[in-house]
């Protein structure tokens, strides 16, 4: 069942859905399935918006909402961006509170009869993410994380994309080539020669992002471009079928 015909159009970074259009959108399905996308505030080189992630992440789960039944919800916008510190403009939660919002959320949520939560992370960052949904499966709970490793792998073979996963860090192929697609009045001139390569990241953790680099770009978004940006945005949403049938046992999502 397709989703585009039976909810408002959403514009931006926030859903357009009417109270009744959620109540009428449930009532076609067998399992309700709300996706919330969680993004960061966050420093992207000189030229993506420290709001990349809000800004991937809302497109990703706005492509799935046209294309399966989902209650799209807004996003969360600042999460744990710690190795970004040193760029100002960056902003960070704790993995305490980030994992206390999720939870808090999907207990609203189940409380208004939606029972599966999954979250479309935008920001590789949110370690924590994973964790929320192994405690929460572990309590009997629906709830899970997209895209995985193997959802970006096919969309970026998909979408031509030639940077590996990890040449393609932060503010590279992929997320460039998504704005362009999705936000092209966002993207400033600069990508075009703001390739950068770091794949031996080790310490990344203790160190922080600027031990690896001094523009803040791990990647190559000089071969960005829109083209791979909507391919990699319908592979994904075809790669959300699988998460549809595992919560809802539908095989044609």
């Known amino acids: 069942m397709s989703g585009s015909g039976t909810r408002s159009a959403a514009y931006g970074l926030l859903p357009a859905d009417t109270t009744e259009d959620v109540r009428t959108r449930g009532a076609g399905v067998s399992r309700q399935i709300a996706v919330l996308p969680v993004g960061s505030f966050e420093q992207h080189g000189p030229f993506l918006p420290l709001a990349t992630d809000t800004l991937v992440a809302c497109a990703v789960a706005r492509e799935i909402a046209a294309a399966h039944p989902v209650h799209l919800l807004p996003p969360v916008t600042i999460s744990c961006s710690h190795e970004h510190a040193a760029w100002p403009g960056t902003v960070s939660i704790s993995s305490v509170t980030l994992h ?109 992002m600027s031990a690896y680099t001094d523009s803040g770009v791990i990647g190559r978004p000089s071969l960005g471009s829109p083209e791979k940006g909507k391919a990699l945005l319908e592979s994904l949403a075809d790669s959300f079928g699988a998460y549809v049938s595992l919560f809802t046992g539908d095989a044609r999502g």
Request: avoid cysteine; charged fraction near 25%; charge should be negative.
């Open 100 to 208: 206390a919002v999720i939870r808090d959320i999907a207990a609203s949520l189940r409380r208004s009869g939606v029972d599966a939560l999954v979250l479309v992370n935008g920001h590789g960052g949110n370690y924590v993410l994973g964790n929320v949904v192994q405690e929460s499966s572990a309590h009997g709970e629906s709830m899970a994380l997209f895209p995985a490793a193997e959802d970006w792998e096919t969309a970026r073979e998909r979408a031509g994309v030639r940077t590996s996963l990890l040449t393609d860090m932060h503010a590279g192929e992929i997320e460039t080539s998504i704005l362009l697609h999705a936000h092209p009045e966002l993207v400033r001139t600069g990508y075009e020669t703001g390739d950068f390569v770091a794949d031996d990241r080790r310490h990344l953790l203790t160190l922080g």
